[in-house]
């Protein structure tokens, strides 16, 4: 009997399935149907379940059914921290690098107004940092007593100043409010340490979210919902770029998921300087990295794309008149699920896409400064130097199921006119065409070499040389 694995996707429109032989590592068959997790989640996955049987003619006696979900708006998070640019920039990398929507960052102490725009906002989870350990400790402590003070009912995850964790957990606990205590993000100045909070992030996801979206309501038909979409997506890029043993990875990579509401770019590099004489700046960049730009949605922010690319750029990408392109976008801003209905709007989806790539990575890549010195010029490097990088995957949306996948991954690349900017100068340039890489996260501790062979096979070369 062929042993098999079923990987579900909850997502916000489909919950979409992916069956695996895990023997074989390949793809048996997929099945999608809408998600109804504001009704009854297993209503979504009992469809998605019949659409699979009838591809394939039958169900597999799966041996793992894992989930991943980024219904109901995904995981919506607030970081608070002490200084912007340190530990508030470290909480908000630890809630990124864990699949979270991240909806607000705040720094410093609490203000009121502070207050009432988190109450506002309605996180499902709050990561609570602030001082280096044996550092500032007043700081993180009042500011988890304005939170037990709040009508907030989330649970709060604490990754700040070891010697003041326990009193901001026992003010939160006190208050009723549910609280998890892990490492500091920043335990010294300069040095992050953002792992421990990821996990306790996303075993906060799994032990509470799960169960106030209602997804737990199918709980016998699956074994257990893993983390939300985005991180099991990163996983899934983790895996294939280190590989597992005995069998080597695609090396260091970037994944790029240009979506209906936000443009998501992930990174697995050191991304140390590559040319002679930088000088890094600013605090260390994690390994594993992601970006969310949620004003690059090819749907929630066409508009707000075409003014950061230029109206005549996308009309010239496009190859459409301006005023033409004008009343195209005002039909995807009257609405928002509206699918490509003619050759005019394709090759308008095809330019927002390249803009918003390229955008993105402009944002996730690092950047080469140029300072003048007593001593001369000297050159800083802020951010990931992803020149070097030796894979380059788009999934998702248009690059996954559009054509000209490969022109749009182009549009990543590095610019000879854009000198100062670290993006891929000359990966090899793959597309997840069909949606696997949230299957390859979910597999990765279970079956890491069935998942390693399934991610490899299903990455499909392109060529880099279009223009």
Known sequence: MTAAALLIDFG?????????????????????????????????????????????????????????????????????????ELTAEAARRAALGAGAKLTGTFAYRLTEGDMHRIEGIGPDIILLAGGTDGGNREVIVENAKRLAASSLACPVVVAGNRDAADEAASALARAGKPVTVTGNVMPEFGRLDVEPARAAIRQVFIDRIVHAKGIDRAAAMFDAVLMPTPAAVLEGARLLADGVKGKPGLGPLVVVDVGGATTDVHSVAEGAPTREGVVPHGLPEPVVKRTVEGDLGMRINAKTITEAAGLDAIAAAADLDQAHVRALLDKLTANVERLPQSDDERRLDRALAEAALRIAMTRHAGTITIVQTVTGPISIQTGKDLSDIKALIGTGGVLAHGAGGAAMLKRCLADPAEPHTLRPRAPDLYLDSDYLLFACGLLKDKEPEAALTLGLRHMHPVRNNVS
């Open 12 to 84: 916000s429109t489909f919950t979409k399935l992916r069956a695996v032989d895990l023997e074989a590592a390949h793809v048996i068959g997929s099945g999608q149907g809408p998600s109804t997790v504001t009704t009854d989640v297993t209503e979504g996955l009992h469809k998605a379940l019949g659409d699979l049987e009838r591809r394939i003619g039958w169900l597999p006696d799966f041996k793992h059914r894992l989930a991943c979900s980024s219904a109901a708006g995904g995981l919506r998070m607030v970081t608070v921290g002490l200084v912007p």
